[in-house]
């Protein structure tokens, strides 16, 4: 059956127009070349699933890219994923075609998860398969090199960031195909009774702050190798312009186990074909067969039943083996404060030019939203960041009435222009010494947090005097920056939340509100009771939200039976609960335990010293993936044929596989120019907005807009927005609007009941 999408997540009427425009533009296709399309070069055959630039396409792309080729060497990537209970198994197939009469080294950077965990690699040409195994990165990378150039074929996997991950493969013979395999298996998103699985489909054009090094660039990227950012430019791939492919075709499938009755699976950002085979069990599948692969893959699914939840997985292959046990701990519970606590809530927005487009006008409906519901006694303060930092008002003000009309006035004048230059802006939103009996800061980051600097900006979270703190990020648009969103909350003690081009913002952010509004778990320790359960992760637990579940993993060598306790506070009140949980000598069952434990403690490590490494923690990371053969900072999959299976022909062709613009963005709005000829390699790149080091950058107090001055409109969301894309923002529905200010009528209503009980108390 086919898809509805009511619920939760719901996505836009407008989704039906557009399926019936690109319909019709696939048609026209074959007749004729459409803007940003392509056709068969003159006199050039093409041959069966290959994709071919047009033209006038190719002179753009001759114009933009270093040595652009009329043929795409990534010709498809194909997914399936298995999801039991909380655990998605995933597969990803990566197709890499050789169009050249040469020998091709291919090179391409890509997404996966941010806490997925990487545990199998191999390639494919023809009916040989060569295996990958786990080795030092450098040690990898040279044994990569040595085949390369003696003519062997070779695959090499190394990951950038968490999340952001390069494959290079070695000698593709001429008019030949290679298939590259990579396995790997994560945790869901959950919240409450939504299960939420993402499959990122791009890498997003980052922010790059700093100078400039003198030593070679050490990638093929665009962007210039700078103090701030010395991986630079092995995170910058070539992009192409907007509404143009790189003749990657994405198929995916996705199978749920989910060991309850489903009620309901919502697809949030494609159109797809579901089919519930059980009460339990269902398969997805893409509606449109060739999806273009310009924004991440988002499903949701909900589940029956709402009472609290404390479930435990293992396995343990023999005596001779660690036994690995994970739980999924979410507890309810119905403490009433007796009042509410005063906050500080400080907002946080990304106004630079990657967020252009619908990502602004999403944030601008969120941000209203939250202030909205501010709470009487609440003081908050709206900071607004791109290149510079600027500030609805210097210090924290009360939430009255005319200062939240005014701060939303302010938040409606933001356009999207220039870098993301984050770090000062969270400077000025937590600087200042902290004070203990002071009202609790929730900092509310609004961002796709594109950058590169990630490391600089978490270490500045782990200071601390801002322990206080609690953040809360919200990811906006196409293809945010998971890890730096995800990583923020843990250390921030927050949670983080994803609003799509496609979301409802509005009830996205009635439930960051009613997480927010409640009182959360606190103090919060695992009471193992006899058994006996090594290298717990988290080993600080962090603060639990209700509805959002902790996941704690940790390995054992000690078969027994026992009752474990979670026990924590709330609002002051202690609150516990227990289960019984049986560690076996022998479960053969749950084998993606072991790399997720191993996954979640090189997370754990990799938190405590980012930004500032030690010897101590490199080794243990690099140890942990060579053991458990997994992809890490420190290590690389490495697959090599170990004889010549043909006699290299030739010269080797190194060809950069071009990504895609994320969907609603434009270059010229992410800060590159289009049109702009590309640097030498080594050099600084040109772009339309110049990358400015964070400590150049001064933060700036704008004066707020009067409450009586109407804001600007929105402009349309649509077309080329020019020098760093100054417009923001698409239309906003009738029903939407209504919701808004519908929402603002009320949270008005209740601040002025509020304050009028209060004085009533006064008197």
């Known amino acids: ?123 494919q040409i023809g009916e040989r398969v060569i295996v990958g195994e786990v080795k030092r990165k450098e040690e990898a990378r040279q044994e990569y090199e040595q085949a390369r150039d003696e003519g062997r074929k070779a695959a090499l996997l190394e990951q950038e960031r968490a999340n952001v991950f390069s494959q290079s493969v070695a000698n593709i013979p001429a008019n030949s195909e290679v298939t590259v395999h990579i396995e790997y298996v994560h945790p869901l998103e ?53 509404g143009m492919r ?67 997985l293992t396995h343990r292959e023999s005596d001779a083996e660690d036994g690995y046990v994970m739980l999924a701990l979410q507890p309810k519970w119905s403490i009433e404060p007796t009042e509410i606590m005063p906050r500080e809530v400080i907002l946080v927005l990304d106004t630079s030019g990657s967020m252009n487009g619908p990502a602004i006008s999403q944030l601008r409906l969120f941000a209203d939203h939250v202030l909205d519901h501010l709470n009487p006694n609440d003081e908050f303060r709206v900071i607004a960041f791109s290149n510079r930092t600027t500030a609805f008002q210097p210090n924290a003000i009360a939430a009255t009435d005319a200062n939240i009309q005014s701060a939303k006035q302010f938040v409606r004048g933001l356009r999207a222009s220039g870098g993301t230059n984050l770090l000062p802006a969270l400077k000025l939103a937590l600087g200042g010494e902290s004070d203990e009996s002071a009202r609790p800061r929730y900092m509310v980051l609004m961002t796709d947090a594109l950058v590169g600097n990630d490391h600089s900006i978490l270490r500045y979270l782990q200071q601390p005097e801002f322990q206080d703190a609690r953040v809360f990020p919200i990811a906006f648009g196409a293809a945010p920056n998971d890890y730096l969103i995800s990583r923020a909350a843990e250390m921030g003690r927050g949670f983080s939340m994803q609003v799509t081009n496609q979301d409802n913002t509005p009830e996205i952010a009635r439930r960051f509100h009613e997480l927010t509004s409640q009182p959360y778990m606190t103090d919060l320790q695992i009471d193992w009771g ?16 209700a509805g959002k579940p902790l996941i704690v993993l940790g390995r054992y060598d000690t078969p027994a039976t026992g009752t474990i306790t979670l026990k924590g506070n709330v609002s002051g009140q202690p609150v516990q609960m227990g289960m019984e949980l049986e560690l076996p000598k022998q479960e053969a069952e749950h084998d993606s ?33 060579l053991k458990h053969q997994l992809m890490t900072q420190y290590t690389s999959f490495i697959a090599v044929e170990k004889e010549l ?119």
């Not at 100078?211 to 991986?231: E, F, I, K, L």
């Not at 335990?593 to 403690?601: L, M, S």
């Open 1 to 123: 059956m086919n898809a509805q999408s009511p619920g939760h997540r719901m996505q836009s009427t407008r989704l039906p127009l557009i399926a019936s425009v690109v319909v019709l533009a696939s048609a026209f296709l074959c007749s004729a070349v459409v803007q940003a399309g392509y056709t068969v070069l003159g006199g050039m055959p093409v041959t069966q699933g290959q994709m071919r630039v047009g033209e006038n396409d190719f002179e753009q792309l001759k114009a933009k890219l270093p040595a652009p080729s009329p043929s795409f060497t990534l010709k498809e990537t194909r997914v399936e994923a298995e999801i039991s209970g909380v655990l998605a198994r995933v597969r990803v197939s990566q197709v890499f075609q050789n169009p050249h009469p040469e020998r091709l080294e291919a090179l391409y950077v890509f997404p996966l998860p941010e806490n997925c965990a990487v545990d199998a690699y191999s390639f």
């Open 593 to 625: 335990i072991g790399p997720v434990w191993a996954r979640q403690r090189i997370r754990q490590i990799w938190n405590r010293d980012v930004g500032a490494e030690t010897p101590a923690g490199r080794a243990e990371i690099t140890e942990l993936g």
């Open 246 to 312: 790189n003749g990657n075709d994405v198929f995916v499938s996705v199978k749920i186990d989910a060991a309850m009755p489903i009620q309901q699976i919502v697809p949030v950002t494609h159109e797809l074909n579901i089919q519930q085979t059980s009460d339990t069990h269902a398969a997805i599948t893409l509606k449109n067969q060739s999806t273009i692969a310009d924004k991440d893959f988002i499903i949701e699914y909900r589940l029956a039943g709402d009472d609290s939840t404390l479930a435990s």
């Open 530 to 545: 006899g058994l006996v359960v090594k290298d717990q992760v988290p080993s600080r637990l962090p603060d639990l939200y």
């Open 645 to 763: 299976s043909e006699p290299p022909q030739g010269q080797l062709v190194t060809e950069a596989v071009p990504v895609m613009t994320p969907e609603g963005m434009t270059q010229k709005s992410a800060g590159r120019s289009v049109a702009a000829k590309p640097a030498p390699r080594h050099q600084v790149s040109t772009h339309s907005t110049p990358a400015v080091p964070a400590a150049s950058a001064p933060a700036t107090v704008s004066t707020p807009t009067p409450a009586s001055t109407p804001s600007p409109a929105p402009r349309s969301s649509g077309g080329n927005y020019g020098g760093g894309g100054g417009g923001g923002g698409g239309p906003i529905g009738p029903i939407t609007g209504i919701v808004s200010l519908g929402g603002a009528v009320a949270a008005m209503m209740r601040r002025r009941k509020s304050r009028s009980n209060n004085q009533d108390v006064v008197r």
């Open 190 to 242: 959950i919240d409450e009774d939504r299960y939420v699985f993402r499959f990122p489909m791009v890498v997003g054009p980052r922010y790059i702050p700093g100078t400039p090094v003198s030593r070679p660039n050490v990638g093929r990227g665009w962007a210039a190798d700078t103090d701030q950012v010395p991986d630079a430019s092995r995170i910058t791939p070539d992009s192409l312009p907007e």
